[in-house]
């Protein structure tokens, strides 16, 4: 098959006219071939937006619980998934831990704070790359669950009385710059172990101006320029490699809007536009 | 910061940084995380199924086994690849399709249960508020003929097949296959060289 035939025929999978066989045909080779797969969801992003059109409808009140249902069924453990409290069990305090899983298992009858009481462990249990400071206020934990939360940290304390150091932090992060309440404006993502950052430019360029993305660490007493944002959609400043994770992870990052070319100075001269912090978007495949 | 509100029964879409971020907690196994997701989310998915598979029974099943790959694969998602509700609302509607081509056979149109819903598609001139993204998609399917706008638009948002669609068209096959290919070629080349 020429390219563009196999481009066709990702883009009417996309569509949705393809026959039962062939739909088949198509999912087996995008398992084999990440190329295939790319053009799918290239796509996918082509024809996706069309979703912007369709009117919302509210589905049945039970369907949820039928989701929890199928959820717990594939996965009983789903709300307690708690990696970095097992990693840490490795390193000494195995014991600790199976009191932990007990109580755990005990407190699972709350069936309504399960999900809520899952986050504030791995909140408590002090995990470095877990920000919630950096979460707006919609969505962090619900009040009611701060009484579990302060149960939950003593006892988790414990268990990480660990000799060792926390691990270096890594995996794929992501922040979202933007103004107040407003759209996003650039997307950047951070692979901390390849020190790459990628930036994804959602606002249009202004002519004329230049927008220059800028890292803010306590470690250092001004901004440090990270290069400029190009016109594209897609913008990967090779700067970052010169600093260590622990300063990746903990800068403020902003956009300042500078005469074309860039700040004359070193220093952003321009307004700030746009601001964010890294969150965790991708973490480590789990644990065995 | 992000205005607080109150998410309990409403669905208001969040905005794509707040579906990023639930989408980063529900990779980390946050349940909590995953009920906002689902309120934010469901009556647009829903909306989607429902209009393709036109039976609320078929929509229910639909929904549950896409939250359940939406629960278990929220790691995969890429948010420089796609946006969250677009890589969302792909998993539900593949599903949808997927069942709806495997029962091709007993013609779901026919049996009794079978929802009323408007089989037109959407016109773009009725909304507002659409972002840039869409609005060049649309001005791309604008520049083919209409006849081959309407097959588009029919495909995506009714999820006909080659079949259905010659028959509403009153257009052999043939020709469907053709124009299908003709016009989403076009469309690329429309999005990615303007």
């Known amino acids: 098959m020429a390219d563009e035939d196999f481009d066709a025929l990702a883009a009417e999978y996309v569509l949705g006219t393809l026959t039962a066989e062939e739909r088949d045909a198509v999912e087996r080779l995008a398992a084999k071939d990440s190329g295939f797969a790319g053009r799918i969801a290239a796509w996918e992003r082509r024809l996706g937006t069309l979703e912007a059109m369709v009117e919302p409808v509210e589905p049945p009140p039970e369907l949820w619980s039928r989701i929890r249902e199928r959820i717990a069924e594939a996965d009983p453990e789903a709300a307690l998934r708690l990696p970095e409290v097992v990693a840490a069990a490795r390193n000494g305090a195995a014991g600790n831990v199976v009191v932990l899983a007990r109580r755990v298992r005990r407190w699972r009858g709350i069936a309504v704070l399960t999900g809520a009481m899952a986050a504030a462990l791995v909140l ?9 400071d950096l979460l707006p206020p919609d969505l962090r934990l619900p009040v009611e669950t701060k009484v579990v939360e302060t149960v939950v940290e003593r006892v988790v304390e414990k268990v990480v009385e660990v000799p060792q150091p ?10 979202v710059l933007q103004r107040d309440a407003g759209a996003p404006a650039f997307l950047l993502t951070v692979d901390l172990d390849r020190r790459t950052l990628t930036v994804r430019r959602v606002t249009p360029p202004e002519a004329g101006k230049s927008h220059e993305l800028w890292l803010v660490s306590d470690r250092f007493p001004a ?23 622990a300063t990746i992870n903990g800068a403020t990052y902003a956009i300042s809007l500078e005469p074309e070319g860039g700040s004359p100075t070193g220093a952003p001269t321009g307004p700030v536009l746009f601001t964010g912090k890294l969150v965790e978007a991708v973490p480590p495949p789990p644990r065995p | 910061m992000l205005p607080a509100s109150g998410y309990k029964g ?25 009920a906002r997701l689902y309120a934010a989310t469901r009556a647009k998915l829903y909306g989607v199924v429902v209009r393709i ?11 549950q086994e896409a939250y359940l790959k939406i629960w278990h694969g929220a790691g995969q998602f890429d948010p420089l690849r796609a946006s969250p509700i677009t ?21 779901i149109e026919e049996e009794p249960e079978a929802m ?21 998609l649309l001005a791309c399917i604008g520049r083919l003929p209409p006849e081959r706008q309407r097959l588009v638009l029919l495909a995506y948002y009714n999820g ?12 052999p096959v043939n020709t469907i296959k053709t124009w299908l290919r003709r016009s989403l070629l076009e469309i690329r080349e429309c999005l990615d060289h303007g």
């Not at chain 1, 408590?124 to 919630?132: K, L, S, V």
């Not at chain 2, 006909?160 to 257009?171: C, G, P, V, Y």
């Open chain 1, 166 to 175: 926390a691990p270096p932090p890594q995996g794929r992060f992501v922040a």
């Open chain 1, 223 to 245: 901004p440090r320029s990270l290069g400029l944002v190009g016109a594209g959609e897609f913008t990967r400043p090779p700067a970052l490699a010169a600093y260590d994770a």
């Open chain 2, 87 to 107: 890589w969302m609302v792909a998993i539900a509607r593949n599903r949808a399709i997927d069942l709806l081509r495997r029962r091709s056979e007993a013609s």
């Open chain 2, 160 to 171: 006909w097949s080659r079949d259905q669609l010659a028959a509403e068209l009153e257009t």
């Open chain 2, 116 to 136: 009323e819903v408007a089989t037109d598609s959407p016109d773009p001139l009725a909304r507002r508020e659409l972002n840039e993204e869409i609005q060049r």
């Open chain 1, 124 to 132: 408590a249990a002090g995990i470095e790359r877990y920000r919630p």
């Open chain 2, 53 to 63: 598979l036109r039976r609320e029974d078929l929509a229910d099943e639909v929904m």
């Open chain 2, 10 to 34: 409403c669905h208001r879409m969040l905005t794509p940084p707040e579906l990023v971020w639930l989408l980063a907690a529900v990779a980390k196994g946050d349940e909590a995380a995953f």
